[in-house]
């Protein structure tokens, strides 16, 4: 079984991150989500084809291989599984949660995480409605929309934080919205695209158009 740094799984999660959104991924790009230089991220790149974890060629776009994209979920697991158990079992806020699961995700025993999964009775999302992947990398696919596009009139779930800075959860918070809260959609002003929302048996408030596009809801 290959061994991967730290350093080296951090790579490969950024990359599985960056890819969902490109057909490929370029040096600058995991440069800048690694916070790092570029030359450091071309060697990261030439150890990861060794490992037969990355499709990457000189001055072109990489991927992850099938194998890197397996290994990624699986490091994903673990963090959200994490987050899960700090929020749930410890009593850590949405906000504080991420960092500390940062480190726990490189803790790679699979023992260790089925139990804990078993522990925590099989969650399906963290606690920023990120989907848990399950042991054989399955990921739960719901239906859901930015509350950016909702129209006006219309009562909707909080179902997943897609920005999750803690300048953002932070604000959440002092709104009073978490996942499961439902949000009227009062009124919608053309001059900045931001909305009106009533929370029941809160005052009505103002939010602007780029938080609502980082929470997602569902209908009802």
Same mark, same amino acid.
């Not at 490929?24 to 030359?39: C, D, H, R, S």
């Not at 949405?94 to 099989?122: N, Y």
């Not at 048996?201 to 809801?217: G, L, R, T, Y």
């Given at each position: 079984? &290959? ?14 991150? @960056? ?21 450091? !991220? ?9 490992? #037969?974890? !990355? ?8 991927? /992850? ?23 749930? #079992? /410890? ?8 960092? &500390? ?34 042991? %054989?990398?399955?990921?739960? &696919? +719901?239906? %859901? ?10 009562? !909707?779930? !909080? ?9 953002? /959860?932070?604000?959440? #918070?002092? %709104?009073?919205? %978490?996942?499961? +809260?439902? @949000? ?17 048996? #809160?005052? &009505? ?16």
């Amino acid at each position: 079984m &290959v061994n991967f740094s730290t350093s080296e799984e951090n790579h490969i999660k950024t990359i599985f991150h @960056l890819q969902q959104t490109a057909e490929t991924v370029t040096t600058n790009e995991l440069a800048e989500g690694i916070g790092t230089k570029p030359a450091s !991220v071309t060697d990261m790149l030439k150890k990861l084809k060794t490992k #037969k974890i !990355v499709h990457y060629q000189p001055y072109q776009g990489f991927r /992850l291989t099938a194998e890197g994209e397996k290994y990624a979920l699986g490091i994903i697991r673990r963090h959200r599984l994490w987050e899960f158990f700090l929020s749930e #079992k /410890l009593n850590f806020k949405w906000d504080e949660v991420h960092a &500390v699961a940062e480190d726990l995700e490189h803790v790679s025993s699979r023992q260790l995480i089925e139990r804990l999964d078993e522990f925590l009775g099989f969650p399906k999302f963290d606690p920023h409605g990120d989907p848990i992947p399950d042991n %054989q990398g399955r990921v739960e &696919v +719901t239906q %859901q929309l930015m509350l950016s596009e909702i129209k006006s009139n219309k009562i !909707v779930t !909080v179902s997943q934080i897609k920005n999750q800075s803690a300048p953002l /959860l932070e604000m959440l #918070k002092h %709104q009073q919205i %978490q996942l499961g +809260t439902k @949000l009227e959609l009062k009124r919608r002003f053309e001059f900045d695209n931001s909305i009106e929302i009533k929370i029941r048996n #809160k005052p &009505v408030f103002i939010m602007s158009e780029q938080q609502a596009q980082n929470i997602f809801v569902t209908h009802g």
